[in-house]
């Protein structure tokens, strides 16, 4: 496979549609069905990740909206070779990144680290598992937005 700093903006489009867009849309049912059945079968145990299901719930909404934007208004641009007309969009995106990014951290508060007990049952380790590759999976996305792809039209400011 092709190195992702020497891919071009079409083939990136692409593999961030394949490789994130298509797999968080995968992942994220799942982990929230999971969550919900954690926090009803083990409600009264200690370390029970109270508030998962609801955070996982609104960040399916909001990675949602986030990628039809991308989908629907920038990458649509990129490929049209406007790229270069991007830096508004490109901006907005970087910021939800940012909100994207605490998201994970509230998940990682919630769940104990994404750590289950020892006598977590197989649902709850899991659902911790899932958590920890799609955590995985959203930072290599926002990375490769970001530092890769985003790049090329609006680079960011220096510090």
């Not at 029970?48 to 909001?62: D, F, R, Y």
């Not at 508004?88 to 104990?112: C, F, Q, T, W, Y």
Request: charged content about 25%; overall charge negative; aromatic content about 4%.
């Amino acid at each position: 496979m092709e190195a992702l700093e020497e891919m071009s903006a079409a083939q990136l489009v692409a593999h961030v549609l394949a490789r994130y867009h298509t797999v968080h849309r995968q992942q994220l049912p799942e982990l929230l069905r999971l969550a919900r059945k954690v926090e009803q079968v083990h409600g009264e145990h200690a370390d029970c990740p109270h508030g998962l299901a609801e955070q996982l719930s609104a960040m399916v909404q909001e990675l949602e909206s986030h990628m039809r934007k991308e989908e629907n208004v920038l990458f649509p641009m990129i490929l049209a070779g406007r790229g270069a007309l991007a830096a508004v969009p490109i901006r907005v995106m970087r910021m939800e990144h940012d909100d994207h990014g605490l998201a994970v951290r509230a998940l990682e508060k919630i769940s104990n680290g994404m750590q289950a007990p020892s006598d977590a049952c197989a649902t709850w380790r899991a659902l911790y598992a899932g958590l920890r590759t799609f955590r995985d999976d959203l930072l290599a996305h926002i990375d490769t937005e970001n530092n890769l792809l985003f790049e090329r039209f609006a680079p960011a400011a220096a510090p």
